[in-house]
């Protein structure tokens, strides 16, 4: 019987800053990066098991029409109204939720399951949003406007305020954070980088 992996618990703050760092390591555009950082510490709350879900789209990413990395900002941007199959749907719900722009109540279509969101908050579903986690690829769609609703009860329990992470996944997305850095130069010394002898901290 296989050992069970060493955990690491991290908060929800470091857990948007390293995911943030690994999407930009991967080559995501900063703005991307940044929902990818929002959304992976929204999941950690509300559903618990994240960082291999975002290594997954990081290292092996899927098409672009099919990773909610992209697809999530276009249809909060209203760039687009609905994608084909998308993975790791759960992953197209936060930037709907965060966006700045989002002033109006949404429904979002998950497969064969809508979601309506008021600004900030899951408004109406049939289960608690968590589910979704564990979902295989499907089609989205977002459609603006519907009826507002009040909050359901445990729609959306926020179950963690800190993250317990496998040390291995940690460290693979500390490796992708690890492209964003400048590599320590002459140059780099003379302009300043780094901790100077004077440097006490």
Known sequence: MAAPPEMIEVSLN??????????????????????????????????????????DLLETPPPDGETPLLVAPA???????????VTAPLWVLPPILLGPGRRCPVALRLGAEEIRCNPGEV?????????????????VALRVGHDRLMPLPNAM?????????????WQRLERLAGATYVAASAESRRRGAGATRLDDD
């Not at 329990?157 to 291995?168: E, G, I, Y």
């Open 123 to 139: 408004a109406g579903a049939t289960r608690p949003v968590a589910w979704l986690a564990d979902a295989p690829a499907a089609p």
């Open 75 to 85: 249809l909060a941007d209203g760039a687009i109204a609905s994608a084909e199959r």
């Open 157 to 169: 329990p926020p179950r963690w305020r800190r993250s317990l992470v496998p040390v291995a996944e």
């Open 14 to 55: 470091e857990v948007e800053a390293l995911s943030q760092k690994a999407a930009r390591g991967a080559g995501l555009p900063w703005g991307i990066a940044e929902d990818a950082g929002r959304t992976a510490a929204w999941v950690a709350r509300h559903a618990g098991t994240w960082a291999a879900t975002l290594l």
